[in-house]
């Protein structure tokens, strides 16, 4: 159960602090005081869209935090085990959202995303808005409240699961017949591709090779004429070259080293790059009698390369990227070689998810068939209690013959006749306002009283009724209060007081500012604004009486 709630700083509210007690309460208000603000901080606190609009102006940021006590929800203790958010028995649930749009969640006082928080209060809180029942035309909302009553969550993900399983295989096939066209002829394409780079041999070792030979060979005559003339310079018959340049040096050095001893270690160096250069003059000669200008190899090489090149531009990539195109088409080739045992192990899995859907499909929709003759009873015995005697409720399903799809095989209209004699016709198309209020109504507390969410918050869901009718509401949400802790947003009177607690909004002004506050209200406040409700601006001592008297009447 929701123990408390504190808000700081949203919309027109500054600082807030409630202890929530069990069983039903209301909350009450002038028009535009701001009730639905509470309803809105725990839809924030538990995830909801917040934005910087939220934040009371002239305030940094809004806070919420909500805690709850978990003794009773094995489910929720369980989730913040899994999740290693637990702390004892209590969980604490808070939200910041900044002036600048930026937000952040908070379990237990560890940081968390809002997927978390959503799904935290998914098992904590329910809340109804005061429009919901305009969701109640929708077909696939009628569907999701049918499988609510007939409490088919886990029937519902069986068939959901076989489906989107069939859908994946089905895409799988579809794609594989695609590629495959009649078989050989993607399996033909592959080959001769693949036989392509094959002969051309794209490796990046041989690429290397092949570009260092064709530059060698097609620049042959450039490095012989230019070895000839290093060759030259270095050790030819001209006085001026290395070689003899450097034996004049030995000389020399050789005859200052009778003189000065200290020369030794530079005349070893001489006789170094003496013996250096006749290396060098070895491996040069070698070098140039090797190259051989041979045009046959050299058109040879050229084809090689052009060829490659051709190929790197037929499959868009660098010539560097033919090795790894050689590589996907080996992997396709073997795929669509083996396409056709995989088509067949495909269909077969098929067939089997195809079997396991309908099996599936079949029982939730026997499941639903005996809920939707339950659910037309119930609503059609709470439709007279709301004031529509002689009205009958029916949830009509029929069974389509389709491919598997994630919510099975039915489709469901809620059907309604307001008047004895009259036929039953799809709600959307009969309804009136205040009628479709009351089905909401009637339909909600049918299929809520199955739901094990601890706390309900219903938001003005009570619009579009009054009188006789709206105690009768007041009641039958004071009866779920008994089994649950329910918060009711309320302009009704007779609602009100049915409760057993009663908390009071309303606005403050001052000069530059305007405020909401919110209090708990004693039996002399309670009978003070329920005369407020029944009166409006003049209260009068007849209207409080009749006040104490609807309070002593429902609310005892």
């Not at 009371?56 to 805690?67: D, K, M």
């Not at 859908?167 to 399996?187: F, H, K, M, P, Y």
């Not at 690429?207 to 030819?236: F, K, N, T, Y």
Request: net charge negative; glycine share 8%.
């Amino acid at each position: 159960m929701l123990q408390s709630l504190s808000i700081r700083d949203l919309a027109v509210v500054g600082r807030v602090d409630l202890s929530i007690a069990t069983g039903m309460s209301v909350i009450t208000g002038e028009t535009g005081a701001g009730k639905s603000i509470l309803v809105d901080a725990l839809s924030l606190v538990g995830g909801g869209r917040g934005d910087s609009g939220a934040v009371r102006t002239g305030a940094e940021r809004t806070e919420i935090a909500a805690e709850f006590d978990l003794s009773q929800l094995p489910a929720a203790r369980q989730w913040l085990l899994d999740q290693a958010l637990d702390d004892d028995r209590n969980c604490l649930l808070r939200r910041v959202v900044r002036a600048d749009g930026g937000s952040r969640g908070f379990i237990n006082g560890r940081a968390a995303t809002l997927l978390q928080l959503r799904e935290l209060a998914g098992l904590l809180v329910e809340i109804h808005g005061q429009h919901e029942h305009q969701a109640l035309l929708s077909r696939s909302h009628q569907l999701d409240l049918l499988d609510q009553y007939a409490q088919n969550r886990e029937s519902c993900q069986q068939v959901s699961a076989a489906a989107s399983r069939w859908r994946q295989l089905t895409a799988e096939i579809d794609a594989l017949r695609r590629n495959n066209r009649d078989g050989s002829d993607l399996v033909d394409f592959l080959s001769h591709a693949l036989g392509e780079l094959n002969q051309a041999d794209p490796r990046p070792e041989r690429l290397a090779e092949l570009e260092q030979d064709h530059r060698r060979l097609a620049h042959a005559g450039e490095l012989i004429e230019g070895l000839s003339r290093l060759e030259e310079s270095l050790a030819g018959d001209d006085g001026a070259s290395v070689e003899r340049q450097i034996g004049q040096a030995q000389h020399e050095i050789g005859r200052l080293l009778a003189f000065d001893s200290e020369l030794g270690e530079a005349a070893a160096l001489i006789d170094s790059a003496s013996v250096q250069l006749s290396e060098a003059m070895s491996l040069l000669r070698r070098r140039r009698e090797a190259i051989d200008l041979d045009p046959a190899r050299l058109a040879e090489l050229e084809r090689d390369l052009g060829r490659l090149h051709a190929l790197a531009r037929k499959h868009r990539v660098g010539m560097d990227g033919l090795d790894g195109v050689r590589a996907d088409l080996q992997t396709r080739l073997a795929s669509a070689q083996g396409a056709g045992a995989r088509l067949d192990e495909l269909e077969r899995e098929q067939a089997q998810c195809l079997r396991e859907y309908q099996a599936a499909a079949r029982v939730l929709g026997q499941r639903r068939t005996a809920a939707a003759q339950r659910l037309s009873t119930q609503v059609t015995l709470l439709m007279q209690e709301l004031g529509m005697a002689g009205g009958s409720f029916v949830c009509s399903l029929e069974s389509k013959a389709a491919d598997p799809t994630p919510n099975g095989d039915d489709e469901v209209e809620f059907l309604v006749t307001a008047n004895p004699g009259m036929p039953p016709r799809p709600l959307r198309k009969v309804a009136s306002g205040g009628e479709l209020a009351r089905i909401s109504l009637a339909i909600k507390v049918a299929t809520i009283a199955l739901d094990d969410t601890p706390v309900l918050v219903f938001d003005e869901v009570d619009s579009g009724i009054g009188g006789a009718v709206a105690e009768i509401v007041g009641r039958k949400l004071r009866q779920l209060g008994q089994r649950r802790q329910v918060l009711c947003v309320t302009h009704l009177p007779q609602v009100a007081a049915c409760a057993h607690h009663q908390y009071r909004v309303s606005k403050l002004k001052s000069e530059d500012r305007t405020e909401s506050q919110v209090e708990a209200l004693d039996d002399a406040g309670r009978v003070a604004e329920l005369a407020r409700m029944l009166g409006g601006v003049d209260i009068t001592a007849a209207t409080t009486a009749a006040a104490a008297d609807l309070l002593q009447r429902l609310g005892a």
